[in-house]
């Protein structure tokens, strides 16, 4: 069982997470009806008394409300409640003792920060590092039988040189980030004294270097994908490059035909919600610099006309049949399904063999449409700004590489130059 302290419309709420006797996840919230500003210490130690003083044989009054965590008898001491404040979390286990019999495994405990850390990332942040966490790290250190107040940087060390037999250095990179969190989160809470995966020797990133289509590649690419079910998303990625997520997140509503404009303010991610893997909408970019307004081209105006043209006419074809949630999205389905992200990716794969054209990663017409702009001369800062960086650092640390091959061609007319000169 664990418990935080959320905020919410300006008050702080204690949240319990607990199963119940069929298993099923329980989290109900309670209002402390103290509000933010200023409760920060009072609504800790409301938290403290929750945690220390609640009886778990009352979970089902509980569960059913009928009971609020501030009644008498939810507490065990009667103690005298004072007040409460933010985003502050604390699991049930934090109030024991570290003598051996209170020690945790180090793997349960990557488990237990995980659920507390849910509510504060993405939900598709939140499945990547569930994947890790389940499938990878806590199966290793409790197999050893490695409790959290034992770790030490040996420990996790051998973890990371093992993993490196088998997997890419990015791959612990990620590894480490989790367990760095997990351990600092620790740490505050006074489980443990010092952050042990600070010491730790991390592997060095292996440096990817993203293949991408030139202004020939990616007009022959257009041509080829002409009326393929995939030329929208396809054309809407290389000439703006933006990431799937927002290529897919589009909706006619952020298109000002009349202004001319493309708003992208919107994306669409897959994640586990409820234990199944669904479409989830935000309305909001990867970063605040994501929302942005870019230009609409003549040509992409025109195309965009035309398909929602052939939208309309699919509504009739089917009818009630046609699914009318993404009616607003223009990157749908003949029957009106959304193009799921993960669609998206396969088809452009098999529709690349298909063509006979060089493999790239969808995600790479991203990197196409920014080399495209630089090797035009675009600045840095320009590119920033349109691919939606949070800073101009990103651009050019994702995008050196470019300037290696603009230099090599800088040489290569130089070279031509002075041989011409030398001839002479």
């Not at 500003?37 to 009886?55: Q, T």
């Not at 006074?190 to 991390?202: C, G, I, P, Q, T």
């Not at 000002?256 to 919600?273: A, G, L, R």
């Amino acid at each position: 069982m664990t418990a935080r302290i959320q905020e919410k419309h300006g008050y702080y709420y204690i949240i319990f997470t607990y199963k119940d006797e069929n298993g099923k996840r329980c989290e109900p919230w309670f209002n402390t009806n103290l509000t933010i500003r200023g409760n920060k210490k009072e609504a800790l130690k409301l938290l403290d008394i929750a945690v220390n003083n609640f009886k778990p044989e009352l979970l089902n009054r509980f569960k059913k409300k009928e009971l609020n965590i501030f009644d008498p008898d939810m507490l065990a001491d009667k103690p005298a409640i004072t007040s409460p404040k933010k985003i502050q979390e604390r699991t049930i286990s934090e109030t024991k003792t570290n003598s051996d019999s209170d020690k945790v495994l180090f793997g349960d405990y990557l488990t237990e920060w995980l659920e507390i850390v849910k509510h504060t990332i993405e939900p598709n942040t939140y499945m990547g590092y569930k994947n890790k966490i389940t499938r990878n790290i806590a199966p290793y250190f409790n197999k050893r039988g490695i409790t959290l107040q034992d770790l030490t940087e040996n420990d996790i060390q051998e973890y990371y040189n093992e993993e490196l037999q088998r997997v890419k250095a990015n791959t612990v990179i990620r590894y480490h980030a989790n367990i760095r969190k997990c351990l600092e989160y620790a740490r505050k809470q006074r489980l443990v004294s010092v952050n042990v995966a600070d010491f730790v020797e991390k592997p060095k990133v292996d440096r990817f270097i993203s293949n991408y289509y030139n202004a020939e590649q990616l007009k022959l690419l257009f041509e080829k994908l002409k009326g393929n079910v995939l030329e929208i998303p396809v054309l809407i990625a290389g000439y703006y490059g933006l990431r799937r997520s927002e290529v897919v997140g589009l909706k006619w509503s952020n298109i000002d035909f009349y202004s001319k404009t493309v708003k992208i303010k919107h994306t669409i991610v897959m994640s586990i919600v409820d234990g199944k893997y669904s479409v989830v909408k935000r309305d909001k970019g990867k970063t605040n610099s994501s929302i942005r307004t870019l230009p609409l081209f003549s040509n992409i105006e025109e195309r965009l006309k035309e398909w929602k043209k052939t939208i309309e006419e699919n509504k009739v074809f089917f009818g009630n049949c046609y699914n009318r949630e993404y009616e607003d999205y223009v990157c749908v389905l003949e029957n009106g399904d959304i193009m799921r992200p993960d669609y998206i990716t396969g088809r452009f794969e098999k529709a690349l063999k298909k063509i006979k054209m060089p493999y790239i990663r969808f995600h790479d017409l991203r990197h196409s449409c920014a080399a495209l702009q630089r090797h035009e001369g675009v600045n840095l800062e320009d590119i920033k700004e349109w691919l939606g960086h949070s800073n101009v650092l990103t651009t050019q640390k994702i995008y050196a590489h470019f300037e290696n091959t603009k230099h090599l061609d800088t040489a290569q007319k130089i070279a031509k130059q002075l041989a011409q000169k030398l001839s002479n």
